[in-house]
């Protein structure tokens, strides 16, 4: 009997013991949760070598410290746009919110994981910067193919065509947070290129092609002789699936101007610099003949000419700028002006676009500068081509559109959305009318 008291005494004191003992030891610190955390520290400072490759996939548990940004935006009183881009190559999901207001614009990275260690989030950036000509917008994401890196591109659209182009590439080690700048030696108004396994950066320079490795940081220029006639883009970049050969676009851009412009599709090899003309064998550059131009540099060349034929149509007209110059550039659909104008032969397309103008309250006006231009896949061998731009009032100053009706609850919107298409004759036509006023 006193054995069985001795033993319980003792099972009694243990629990005591083992009670104390977890009330005395801290407790682990939860992963994040979907609040928006408070910022604690400024942006790390980036450094242009890139670290060692490693095959480990990410093993952080806890978010690192977020960059410090003065102000938060409002976003009720801006213009918001999103992005969101999922690794193939781990449990990664980066989210983009882009935000404009008049002449300011915010920028906010997100990078969340879920997996068998629980549920990650955080912020490795985030900006306000101001809005004009010759800006960038975070607007592309490359994913590494051992899983460690993201890489984000800032890209903007040259003033007034429109042709891409990129300002800055940075990178996130998904295993530390650090945030690195890769330098775009030698770029100009151009944009780059990354192989799908984000192993390798190129992009066009004074000299020729510029390779650099995201592994090594090393460097090479792959000469290339390019035209000086006009002003030459260079884009409609494609990896062979071997990523040993890179095809690309040289289109000699001939900007405001009627008429297409001269391209040619070009294959250079990453390693010896060999440049060849392609042919029909190169089926992994996705680009039958009729769409062997850049279709950015096509498709904004097709959105001005619309623009400035329905601004010249109503002015009098400018040389091939005329209301049926504009009603051959428009693939849009005409119910809502059937609608307004209900007198008119449904099959005059030219009278609709006239009274568009003239009498419906469509805001015909000049392109002042394209803010962004986005490249949507391929449908039946043609493109489609998005555009984010901004408009000109006859005196040359920028077009803002007010709030419907006198309210002042929202602010006035500068930028507007075009869509451009490329029909079956290769030809690239626009499907949007113009900002309309009641």
């Not at 490795?213 to 699936?241: H, M, N």
Request: with cysteine; glycine share 8%; aromatic share 12%.
């Amino acid at each position: 009997m006193r054995r069985n008291q001795f033993f319980k005494h003792f099972r009694l004191a243990y629990c005591l013991f083992l009670l104390l003992l977890a009330a005395c030891t801290p407790s682990p610190t939860p992963f994040a949760t979907p609040e928006m955390p408070t910022p604690t520290q400024a942006l790390p400072t980036a450094t242009a070598v890139p670290p060692t490759r490693t095959k480990a996939s990410p093993t952080r548990t806890q978010p690192p410290p977020t960059p410090e940004v003065s102000e938060m935006p409002d976003l009720s009183l801006m213009t918001v746009n999103t992005l969101t881009s999922i690794s193939t190559y781990g449990p990664w999901t980066a989210e983009v919110l882009l935000a404009s207001f008049v002449e300011k614009d915010y920028a906010r990275l997100m990078l969340h994981r879920v997996d068998e260690r629980g549920y990650l989030w955080w912020k490795p950036y985030e900006e306000w910067s101001e809005s004009g000509l010759g800006d960038s917008l975070l607007s592309e994401f490359y994913w590494s193919v051992d899983g460690r890196f993201l890489y984000f591109a800032h890209k903007g659209a040259a003033h007034p065509c429109g042709f891409p182009f990129t300002t800055n590439l940075r990178r996130v080690d998904l295993n530390d947070g650090s945030l690195t700048d890769i330098p775009l030696t030698g770029i100009g108004l151009d944009d780059i290129t990354i192989s799908p396994g984000a192993e390798i950066l190129a992009y066009r320079t004074e000299d020729g092609i510029l390779v650099y490795e995201l592994e090594t940081g090393q460097t090479r220029t792959l000469s290339f002789k390019w035209p000086q006639d006009y002003y030459t883009i260079v884009g409609a970049y494609a990896w062979s699936p071997d990523e040993m050969e890179l095809g690309f676009s040289v289109t000699e851009a001939l900007c405001g101007m009627p008429g297409e412009p001269r391209s040619s599709l070009q294959v250079i090899h990453v390693e010896t610099g060999e440049v060849r003309a392609a042919d029909d064998q190169d089926t992994w550059l996705y680009l039958p003949e009729k769409v062997s131009v850049d279709p950015i540099a096509s498709a904004v060349i097709a959105l001005q000419d619309y623009l400035n034929s329905l601004y010249w149509g109503g002015h009098g007209g400018l040389d091939d700028y005329t209301y049926e110059r504009a009603a051959d550039l428009y693939a849009g659909s005409y119910e809502t002006l059937v609608e307004m104008n209900p007198g008119i032969d449904p099959d005059d397309r030219v009278a609709f676009l006239r009274h568009a103008c003239e009498v419906n309250g469509f805001q015909c006006l000049r392109l002042y500068d394209v803010i962004s231009s986005n490249l949507g896949r391929p449908e039946n061998d043609a493109r489609l081509v998005f555009f984010t731009v901004r408009l000109m009032n006859p005196d040359g100053s920028l077009f803002a559109l007010g709030s419907c009706c006198g309210s002042e609850a929202e602010p006035p919107q500068t930028r507007f959305g075009f869509t451009v298409r490329q029909m079956e004759d290769g030809t690239f036509k626009v499907l949007h009318l113009p900002p309309y006023v009641p």
